[in-house]
């Protein structure tokens, strides 16, 4: 699997807070565009087509899972 | 002494079938086809048709072009012509005229609401005869074009001659195989007999409808409003794009700007807007001042809304009728991959039409023309879709993503990449077709088998000219020197080249100023600037084998008579390693005897 789903982030929790702090203020519209640029953003750090396929892949079934 | 094409009428004369059956049976309807089915018909004369019927001329074969009307295109069609479309027009004798009159340019630019966010080149480099694009009504092409068809003796247009049924005869692909076109005129119905006929007679093709097939696709739940304004103004020879701007919020714009002070401003509308009510005037000129300017001075000289598809046939062959342009598929024009598309079907067609029929290859080649360009439909309609659905978001979070991608290419280099107001038409890479030779040896850059050639700047009789103009028109070898020259083997093996079974166009490219050797007999150019080798990464004693429509077939790093022949062969989709038909020095001998001297 091209895709790194094992435990990588350096500071798990900071980074959480951190997410969710990224819309504090922000209403709904405001926080879907910062959503999306921060998937664009990461997505081009990234770079890798079948990385990031497979994380498409998996966030898709995990959408659709009831 | 300028004339106006949209007003050009052209004179219907009754052909001769219908002067044969009025001498001949006159109480009865034209039921006998002639004698003889032609070489070729070729239904529609728009750009594609026209541009087939001119390529089939030159090479030879006889052709009957037909059209409905008696007069070109009017108001806002195709504006603009790619390169690839200019190096064919190049080939047909017409681009000239068409780089005289139409806009050159290659920069366009994309604006998101006040601010410029991403600026291209479509043509970075210098060193191509010919500009990225030019922008010129397509009245203009139609009529640089036919004053072009006009001048070949063997071409000959109908007017006034409108296509009402299609049969075809025998078993398709056999060598008796025909399709007899019922065509009726103002004196009547006729019939017109063909070995081929190729149905360039646009998107709504009578053709396709008749033979009961369809093209499908995706219709864009969007309206655009088409205006061409006449006004003097300032903006550069640029195409821009505007997402959002001031002056038409939350929909986009796109502005060209076209020969005779002529501007393309197109306003995307939205799906809910009423397609009547926004041609009119009242609704137009407010639009069309508030990107101008209140004191603007305009005239509008066509208005039209249009909603967009992208749509193609299954397949482009249907037994001895071979469907070109926007009869066979249909794009939006973001990216001008639909005329700019059907030339290139044109001229893929052309060639392989005229090996049929000069006995040079089987009609399984033909196949390859629906292959091939079925394949590059694909990728325009990708591409044309692509666009379509940044400009116009088919769902709320799509227009969150598009928007997302627009806010970040004002801070971010990455994101200018995403941003698609239209990836422009550049020639199918025709990699899997079976018409190609793989490279056995190992080569870098882009000039692979299935590629279009790219130009150079090179030196002929010491005078400037161009890599391209020298290539195509028939199978093409080119090989590459340096200061040491030919040598006698590799003479040897150029001189069976030149006499084969289909004789090759040699041109030697020089390196530099590397002396010519007045004996070798071949065209020479010498790469002056060194690009003509950059570009098809050349060492001394490359070889490239080139197609009649300017692709390259196969290219070694040495020069094998016997591949090349093979390679030669597998183009032509002959059997056995070697052209097999009873082919004579001329190819297209068989396709004079097919239709009589009349």
């Known amino acids: ?66 | 002494m300028s004339i106006d094409y949209q007003a050009l009428s052209f004179e219907y004369r009754p052909c001769r079938e219908q002067q044969t059956q009025r001498d001949t049976q006159p109480a009865q309807p034209a039921q006998q086809a002639q004698a003889a089915p032609y070489p070729v018909i070729v239904v529609g004369a728009g750009p594609v048709g026209l541009a087939t019927a001119i390529d089939l001329a030159q090479q030879g074969v006889p052709v009957v072009l037909v059209d409905d009307d008696c007069s070109l295109s009017t108001g806002s069609r195709a504006i603009c012509f790619s390169k690839r479309s200019l190096d064919i027009f190049d080939r047909l004798g017409c681009a000239q005229r068409m780089v005289d009159k139409g806009i050159s340019w290659n920069v366009g630019k994309v604006f998101l609401k006040k601010d410029l966010v991403y600026t291209f080149n479509l043509q970075p480099e210098a060193g191509h005869h010919r500009p990225a694009f030019i922008n010129l009504q397509q009245y203009y092409v139609e009529g640089f074009l036919l004053e072009r068809a006009q001048e070949l003796p063997n071409l000959e247009i109908r007017w006034k001659s409108k296509v009402v049924g299609v049969q075809q005869n025998g078993t398709p692909g056999a060598g008796d195989a025909s399709v007899t076109l019922s065509v009726e005129t103002p004196d009547g119905i006729y019939a017109l007999r063909g070995r081929y006929v190729v149905a360039a007679d646009g998107s709504r093709s009578p053709m396709r409808k008749m033979m009961g097939l369809d093209s499908k696709g995706v219709t864009f739940r969007d309206r655009f409003l088409i205006a061409d304004v006449k006004m003097e103004a300032d903006f550069p020879t640029e195409r821009w794009f505007w997402f959002d701007p001031p002056f038409h919020p939350n929909q986009s714009v796109l502005l060209h700007r076209q020969p005779d002070n002529v501007w393309r401003i197109d306003f995307q509308l939205g799906w809910d807007a009423d397609p009547v009510l926004e041609k009119t005037p009242g609704r137009v000129i407010p639009r069309v001042r508030a990107l101008l300017g209140a004191e603007a001075k305009f005239e509008l000289e066509w208005v039209s809304v249009y909603t967009f598809s992208c749509t193609r046939m299954e397949r482009f062959r249907h037994g001895n009728v071979l469907f070109a342009g926007d009869a066979a598929h249909g794009v939006s024009p973001f990216g001008a991959r639909g005329a700019n598309s059907g030339v290139q079907d044109a001229e893929n067609l052309a060639w392989k039409l005229a090996m049929v029929l000069g006995g040079g290859a089987p009609d399984a080649l033909l196949d390859t023309y629906a292959s091939e360009r079925e394949f590059a439909a694909d990728e325009n309609i990708r591409n044309s879709t692509r666009s379509t659905d940044f400009i116009t978001p088919k769902s709320p979070v799509s227009r969150v993503f598009r928007d997302a991608v627009l806010k970040l290419s004002r801070h971010h280099p990455f994101a200018r990449q995403l941003a698609n107001s239209g990836r422009l038409s550049v020639p199918a890479v025709l990699r899997d077709s079976p018409l190609n030779t793989a490279d056995s040896d190992s080569f870098d850059g882009a000039m692979v088998p299935g590629a279009a050639c790219v130009d150079a700047p090179v030196h002929m009789d010491g005078h400037p000219a161009w890599l391209l103009r020298q290539l195509g028109e028939q199978f093409t070898g080119v090989l590459f020197c340096d200061g040491r020259g030919v040598d006698q083997a590799t003479r040897t093996a150029l001189d069976a080249l030149r006499a084969g079974p289909i004789p090759l166009k040699l041109v030697v490219v020089l390196d530099g100023d590397a002396p010519a050797d007045a004996r070798i007999g071949m065209r020479v150019v010498h790469d002056t600037e060194g690009l003509a080798s950059t570009r098809y990464d050349a060492k001394p004693g490359t070889f490239y084998l080139i197609r009649p429509d300017q692709h390259v077939c196969a290219r070694w790093r040495q020069l094998d008579a016997d591949a090349v022949e093979r390679a030669v062969a597998r183009a032509l989709c002959a059997q056995g390693g070697a052209a097999t038909a009873t082919a004579s020095p001329n190819p297209n001998a068989n396709a004079n005897a097919v239709r009589a001297a009349h």
Do not use: K, W
Not at chain 1, 16 to 28: C, P, S, T
């Open chain 1, 1 to 66: 699997m091209a895709l790194n789903t094992q435990p990588n982030l350096l500071r798990a929790d900071d980074f959480y807070e951190a997410l969710i702090d990224m819309h504090r203020g922000l209403d709904d519209a405001q926080s879907q565009s910062a959503n999306a640029q921060l998937i664009l953003l990461l997505a081009n750090h990234i770079g890798d087509h079948a990385v990031l396929l497979e994380a498409m892949r998996c966030a898709r079934e995990g959408a659709l899972e009831g």
